[in-house]
C-alpha cells in the first residue's frame, strides 16, 4: 500500500447534492495534490497544497471546494455537479512540491453524477 | 507547448518476452521524467524517474527506461514481461514553467499473456 487512503472509494450523487471526498496521507509528506482522470485523457491535475497553502489551482470549476485542514488531510467538497464530472478522482501527497519528488497516490474515489 | 505521448493505446506481449511502452515528450528546458503505473483499481505508483546522470535508469520490478534526448524519448523496458505487469502505464514530465506540476500522457495499456 502506499499510504495514501480515500474514502470514498465509490459515490454516487445527483446534481443537486453536495458531498466530500476524504484524503488521508501517512506518509508525512508536505504536499498533496487532487487529480482528474478520465478515460482516454491525461491525468488533470485539480488543486496542489503544500504546507496546507493552496500553491495551484488549474481553473478549475467553482463546484469543486479544496480544504486542506493540516498536511495529512485534504478534502474536496462537491456541489451541484454535472453528468461530466463523473470520474475517477485521485489523491497524491509528496515531499514537497518539487517535481523531484514522486507522487504517492491514493486509489481514488470513482464518482458517478446522475 | 508542453506535452507528452504515448502513442500506443495498448501493447500486447507474451509471458517471458521483452516488453517496450512507448513514450516522447515535448517540453523547454531539460526534462524531468516519469513512468507510474495503475493497477485496476489502484492508484498510480511510481516506478522510476530521470533527472539527471545516467541515460539508463532502473526502477521497481525490474523496470527500466531509456532516456534519450536526440529523439526526446523515455521508452519504458523490462526484458522478461510477466502476467502480472498487466497494467495502464502513465509517462509524465516536470511542466517547466509550472515546476511543481506534471503532464501526464494519456496512458497505454500492457497485456501480458500466459
Known amino acids: 500500500e502506499t499510504g495514501v487512503t480515500q474514502t470514498p472509494r465509490h459515490l454516487v450523487m445527483g446534481m443537486t447534492n453536495k458531498k466530500s471526498l476524504k484524503c488521508e496521507q501517512h506518509?508525512?509528506?508536505?504536499?498533496m495534490y487532487w487529480y482528474k482522470q478520465s478515460a482516454k485523457k491525461p491525468l488533470e491535475l485539480m488543486f496542489v497544497?503544500?504546507?496546507?497553502?493552496?500553491?495551484e489551482n488549474n481553473s478549475v470549476p467553482s463546484r469543486f471546494s479544496p480544504e486542506c485542514p493540516n498536511s495529512s488531510h485534504l478534502f474536496l467538497h462537491l456541489h451541484t455537479l454535472q453528468p461530466e464530472d463523473s470520474a475517477l478522482y485521485l489523491c497524491?501527497?509528496?515531499?514537497?512540491?518539487?517535481?523531484?519528488?514522486?507522487?504517492?497516490f491514493g486509489p481514488g474515489t470513482r464518482l458517478t453524477v446522475l | 507547448a508542453q506535452s507528452v505521448a504515448q502513442p500506443e493505446d495498448q501493447v500486447n506481449v507474451a509471458e517471458g518476452n521483452p516488453l517496450t511502452v512507448k513514450c516522447t515528450y515535448s517540453?523547454?528546458?531539460?526534462?524531468?521524467l516519469f513512468w507510474y503505473v495503475q493497477y485496476p483499481n489502484r492508484g498510480l505508483q511510481f516506478l522510476l524517474k530521470?533527472?539527471?546522470?545516467?541515460?539508463l535508469v532502473k526502477g521497481s520490478y525490474g523496470f527500466e527506461a531509456e532516456f534519450n534526448k536526440s529523439q526526446t524519448s523515455f521508452h519504458l523496458k523490462k526484458p522478461s514481461a510477466l502476467v502480472s505487469d498487466s497494467a495502464l502505464y502513465f509517462c509524465?514530465?516536470?511542466?517547466?514553467?509550472?515546476?511543481?506540476?506534471?503532464?501526464f500522457g494519456t496512458g497505454t495499456r500492457l497485456q501480458v499473456f500466459p
Open positions: 506518509l508525512g509528506h508536505n504536499a
Open positions: 509524465a514530465v516536470r511542466d517547466y514553467y509550472n515546476t511543481d506540476k506534471l503532464i
Open positions: 517540453v523547454s528546458g531539460n526534462p524531468y
Open positions: 497544497y503544500s504546507l496546507e497553502e493552496r500553491v
Open positions: 530521470y533527472i539527471t546522470g545516467d541515460n
Open positions: 497524491a501527497s509528496s515531499r514537497g512540491v518539487s517535481s523531484y519528488n514522486e507522487q504517492f
